[in-house]
């Protein structure tokens, strides 16, 4: 994430310096008449790119004599003039293409040009993200790393949608919320949805048992599951079971890739930053959090939730340490969780003795989220 400061004085900056001095934050946009004050203000983890309009305002700069320290990383120039790029080199500075595209003919010469360069800074005029998609397919491999300029300040969808585009987005996104509380709004935002891990274990199934009919949800994402993947489910905030979707083959009906069985409605389901809903709390749009073997993390978002009245099992798995979680599934063959090797154990052939994944968490949840106190659950 690089970080505009145009319109801040070093004062003024001051209150957000301390929030933007660390990750995601990588890089301050400064210029010229003001950029001594704020150099010396910001953290030093912090790299500096220096917007320069002319090879005049670029000699000034250099001639002034604080540029960069000599253990200081280079600095970058920032411009929009081919002869400010050309002679920044000279100067030891890397060299940042800035250019604005409101056209397709636009885009494709700021691509061509800004091929020459480590950095390419690219405004669109437009919000459609396809022209921020062929940049990013047109650069991949290549040595230009891009950055894109979200505009507005309190975009912070706008900014979190950008690092996404295309799976990987771009290299680096340009995001200068003007308040504390839209940066922290960012950056809650953005640790919400990048992927981390959770801790599988392998557990002992102790015995299971029809339950009679109850009410169990389906939950579809908008994303597709892989066979190495699965949704985190259980009774109690102790943890869950790792069920898979419909991905693998089953008789009399298609797959549908996008779908997790997820089991009675009553159930905790892991979602993004530790939280846990109950399955009857979903609906279009909920966070969602997709969990792989290697116990990776991607999150997502709920299409839909389906809710009908079905044949229900009760499944109870041992863990170490005296753990036990339980689980209410839909009774039937199609429903599956994953065994420790990692493949799928259809629910009617299921018995004492199978040994599963799941997931031990810290019993306690307020609202979905984990809080520390005594608590019971059977």
Known sequence: MWFDTAGYDAET????????????????LLYPEKAHKIHQAAPGRLRRVLQIDSVAELRSAVEAGWLRAPDEPSWIVASRSVEVLEEAPAHQFERCLRAEVASAGELRDAIELGRRYRWLLLQLKDVTNI????AIATLQGGSTSLVRIVSDPQDVDGAILSLGVMESGPDCVMFSPRTAGALDDFLE???SCRSGKVILSTGTVLRTSSAGMGHRSCVDLVTMFTKTEGMLVGSTSHGGLLCCPEVFPMPYMDLRPFRVNAGAIHSYVYGPGGRTNYLSELRAGSPAMVVGLDGSTRNSRVGRVKTE????????VGFAEDAILNLFLQDDWHVRIYSDRG?????S???PGDRVLGHLGRPGRHVGIRVDETILER
């Open 131 to 134: 022209p921020l998609e062929l």
């Open 189 to 191: 935002r953005l640790k």
């Open 349 to 351: 052939d299921m018995k």
């Open 343 to 347: 493949q799928p154990i259809c629910l």
């Open 309 to 316: 009245v079905r044949p229900l099992r009760l499944i109870e």
């Open 13 to 28: 900056l001051s209150p957000l310096l301390e929030r933007i001095a660390d990750p995601p934050f990588s890089a301050i």
